[in-house]
């Protein structure tokens, strides 16, 4: 069966470093997401791509975050200086070309900042 | 601004029992609902979709059901067993692009 794949799935940081995310989609979607959840809240999207495009970005941090899929296909998300109120669980997801498709989700990053 | 809302936050059960998760919606204008389900420190495994113009969705012991006009959703488990542990999330999809925007989730205890 068909997985969106994540790596790594923990990671321990110390502030001010940089981290990066990767993330390979279900072979052949072509809309890739990047959710942000804080513990015990739900997940919030911070980028969409269909392709190798962004198509949402508005609540990505930009002044720290970057996210690129060159490709069209895996997708990197980075996080550059890392700060206390970065630690999360980064979720990946994809879904197929078109409107309102279901989305699926990888295992996730869990990023610790200390 | 939608918001997405679930009641209750926690729920304890006995193996056995069937049970109803609710969640609701401000604004009614959704592309589709989605349910999903998460284990402690696990990623989101889709568990059922419904889109705008269905009424329900059924998988297995579950069954979601969709009430657009009212803002709410209901996801019905027959039989709960313990592993059926976990948090529900729902999630709804509103205008263009296919974000979703999520709940806060129900906590799901099943106990033998």
């Known amino acids: 069966e068909a997985e969106v794949a994540q790596s790594p799935r923990y990671k321990i940081t110390e502030k001010s470093q940089a981290v990066a995310f990767w993330c390979d989609p279900i072979s052949g979607h072509a809309t890739l997401y990047w959710y942000r959840q804080i513990l015990g809240q739900g997940p919030e999207l911070l980028v969409q791509f269909q392709d190798e495009s962004v198509v949402d970005d508005s609540q990505l941090p930009k002044d720290r975050f970057s996210a690129e899929r060159l490709k069209g296909v895996d997708s990197t998300l980075k996080i550059q200086p890392a700060e206390l109120g970065d630690s999360a669980m980064y979720l990946c997801a994809s879904s197929r070309q078109g409107s309102y498709n279901e989305q699926f989700f990888g295992p996730g990053t869990r990023l610790t900042v200390l | 601004k939608q918001e997405v809302t679930q009641i209750p936050a926690a729920l304890s059960v006995p193996e056995g029992e069937n049970l109803v998760l609710n969640c609701s919606f401000t604004?009614?204008?959704?592309?589709?609902l989605q349910w999903f389900r998460q284990d402690p420190g696990k990623g989101l495994t889709s568990l059922l979709l419904i889109q705008s113009s269905q009424r329900e969705q059924t998988s297995g012991r579950l069954n979601a059901s969709l009430d657009k006009s009212s803002g709410r959703s209901t996801l019905y488990i027959a039989a709960s067993q313990p592993g059926d542990s976990a948090t529900y999330l729902c999630a709804v999809v509103t205008g263009g692009g296919n974000k979703l925007t999520f709940g806060t989730g129900t906590q799901l205890k099943v106990e033998l």
């Open positions: 604004d009614s204008a959704i592309y589709n």
